[in-house]
DNA sequence: GGGATTGTTGCTCACATGAGCAAATACCGG
DNA sequence: CCGGTATTTGCTCATGTGAGCAACAATCCC
């Protein structure tokens, strides 16, 4: 087909000039008419087939913009029962966007209803990004469970701790922190670590509480996990040439939401990914031009029933259920 | 300052969901105070502040859009009669931006009333744009000059004339060459030249023409003028030393509209740039990020009545009028 | 605390606009 | 050239929307 709708060239041109008189001149129709001489319904129907054929963009500016038409597509199109997206007009570098997307998730649990008692979460940047956007009092009473080992062995220490600590403070809540690595070298004492009456508390925790808010990561060299010591390089390469699209709560992920390596995952302390889909209310906040591979495994997989992510992100997605 | 228009954190919020159901999800201002909870003229204002914050962008994609809102505004700041500005939205290369402007040019030109009799024109890449761009029939018979040499030294020799030709044949008219280089070396045989009968008619019905087209190069070695074999890339270089900042019609001039080699114009074929400042109508089609030093001499000075240009060039020269 | 000032809200009314329909026009195959 | 079909045009009418205004609320300044 040669266009999207059929219109001769001249009505086509008249379209524009009348577009360019309505939107950027706020004329009227009829003012429109007397200009181009014409009647004024030709005029709102060369509008109309101006919006129709896509020559009028209309986009709203806003770092806390979203995009309703693609939120549905998602819905619709995946298993989702609620997808947010952030909107990337206008948005000059990536860490800028992750932000939008952090507020996003953070309005997003601001809003929810009912409020959960208990809430599980992971941590990583984008979940500290998200604490950081909470505002205070943001419900009345949460709380924060850990639902991964995460206690770092260098300078990101903190971190963990002080994202869950922060979203419960922020709540009038409680945190409720799990005192363990991410992943064990034997397997042995993370069985030990788990037997411990203060750890399985929180693990069992964890695992009854009403919602989760986890992001994810890609997997590469960049990874939190990385990062923060519990694997090297060299495992990671490892996992990827297994098929590893990235992490959720700690364990590696193939596209077809599988554990690549099942022995580093009995090493890796925390709720199970199964435990995860079984949940009602599940929240995953990915964004990021990296993590389109990870945001579709957790997506596809029934990892999440609520995704919030950016634009980018959730247009690669839908592009991918077409092609199906 | 710190905003546009005050308006309370919230209500900024709410304008931003107001504005993605009325813009993106088309929902009635009525249905959006249901899903807001807000009065519907409350929506209504909502809505309006969003626009005058600028949080809408409303922009058409179309080759042969313009901005209207900016043609008006270099009206009003400098003295032209008219300016034709075209849309840069959507635009993904320098060439394209210039291709549009040739059409927007030929479209002017072919609205153009009263018909000039007899059109002046000079050649170039952009003004053999513009002959390609008009329509056969765009005018009833138009006798169509060329006020300046350009019978070139190389390959390029057809296009000068071949502009001419195209844009009389077009308009069922005929085309009045001047068979001449557009510099000589020597003052002498150019003073020949012109006395020559034949050249020195062509250069009365140049002075005498109802109407001008022409464009303008900017002074560097990619002029035309270089590339046709009239100037070396040494000549330019001294030129640019002096203050040039680009040619019309063969002729350089600087920030302030004044010839910068009176000797170098004496040797210079073709109409006067006071000429063209005295003629009741003339258009200049300059186009491109290379040229706005020379469209801002060229409208500064009063060289054109009209301009045709583009989106980026406007804004560079209402840019510098705001700081005057 | 009271009065003035400023900003906000709900509303009426006039205008702008899109849906739907009938008349007119263009198009096309015989 | 003609009858039929598709498309376009002009219009009525219902609905959507912005301007303007009065009532109300918040704020500020003595």
């Known amino acids: 087909m040669d266009r999207d709708s059929d219109m001769s060239d001249t009505d086509e041109l008249l379209s524009i000039r009348a577009a360019e008189l309505y939107y950027e001149e706020n004329q009227t129709q009829d003012e429109i008419g007397v200009i181009l001489r014409l009647t004024r319904w030709k005029v709102g129907r060369l509008l109309a087939s101006a919006r129709a054929n896509g020559f009028i963009r209309i ?79 943001w419900a009345p009473g949460v709380n924060v469970v850990q639902i991964n080992g995460g206690v770092s062995l260098n300078q990101r220490t903190g971190t963990a701790a002080s994202t869950a600590v922060t979203i419960a403070h922020k709540a009038d809540g409680s945190a409720t922190l799990l005192p363990s690595p991410a992943v064990f070298e034997r397997l042995e004492t993370k069985q030990a670590m788990e037997a411990d009456r203060a750890v399985a508390g929180v693990l069992a925790l964890g695992r009854n509480a009403q919602a989760y808010l986890f992001s994810a990561g890609q997997a590469d060299a960049n990874s939190a996990l990385v990062d923060s010591g519990f694997l090297t ?56 031009n990296d993590k389109h591979a990870i945001a579709r495994a957790v997506v596809r997989n029934g990892l999440c029933t609520v995704l919030v992510t950016d634009e980018d992100t959730a247009n690669a997605l839908l592009q991918e259920k077409d092609t199906l």
Not at 236 to 248: E, N
Not at 270 to 275: E, N, P, T, V
Request: neutral net charge.
């Open 59 to 137: 986009e709203i500016v806003h770092p806390r913009a979203r995009r309703l038409p693609i939120e549905r597509r998602l819905r619709e199109s995946t298993g989702l029962t609620d997808a947010i997206v952030v909107s990337s007009a206008g948005v000059s570098s990536e860490a800028e966007l992750q932000s939008r997307t952090a507020q996003a998730a953070a309005d997003f649990l601001t809003s929810l209803r009912p409020i959960p008692r208990t809430l599980g979460i992971s941590w990583g940047r984008t979940l500290h990004d998200v604490s950081l956007h909470l505002k205070q009092g």
């Open 233 to 288: 390089v060299e495992q990671i390469d490892d996992l990827v040439s297994r098929g590893a699209v990235g992490d959720v709560v700690g364990r590696y992920i193939d596209a077809n939401g599988r554990i690549v390596d099942p022995e580093l995952n009995e090493r890796t302390v925390g709720i199970q990914i199964d435990q995860l889909r079984r949940a009602p209310l599940t929240i995953a906040v990915i964004s990021g």
